[in-house]
């Protein structure tokens, strides 16, 4: 069972990337999903989730310029990231979630989620 993520990188301020998030050995039947993301030396923060299709939640440090989805026939979740910015610069997490806590000490805390990402580091200058 894992959560693998890709599509972090570099980009320059007001760029954009997308992250993609894909299951595998486990039933990807609209799951609560969320991103969350840590930068050095600050807690783990919860940006976004979604449950049943639907998006239930955006950090209001990226509300309006992310965007979460997911494809359940491909087993993947993405989240668009906009209008990038030098302080969205962190390691970027996804994972399946039984609720959304919005700030966690560290992130892949497996008290948290069913499953954790191996994280994607983006940087924005």
């Known amino acids: 069972v894992q959560l693998v993520e890709s599509g972090g990188g570099s980009v320059q301020a007001g760029g954009s990337l997308r992250l993609s998030c894909t299951a595998s050995?486990?039933?990807?039947?609209?799951?609560?999903m969320g991103w969350y993301r840590q930068a050095p030396g600050s807690k783990c923060e919860l940006i976004s989730d979604?449950?049943?299709?639907?998006?239930?939640y955006y950090a209001d440090s990226v509300k309006g310029r992310f965007t979460t989805s997911q494809d359940n026939d491909k087993y993947t979740a993405y989240l668009q990231m906009n209008s990038l910015k030098p302080e969205d610069t962190a390691v970027y997490y996804c994972a399946a979630i039984p609720s959304a806590v919005k700030v966690l000490r560290r992130c892949q805390d497996p008290a948290y989620a069913y499953y954790w990402g191996q994280g994607t580091q983006v940087t924005v200058s």
């Open positions: 050995g486990f039933t990807f039947d609209e799951p609560h």
């Open positions: 979604i449950r049943g299709g639907g998006v239930t």
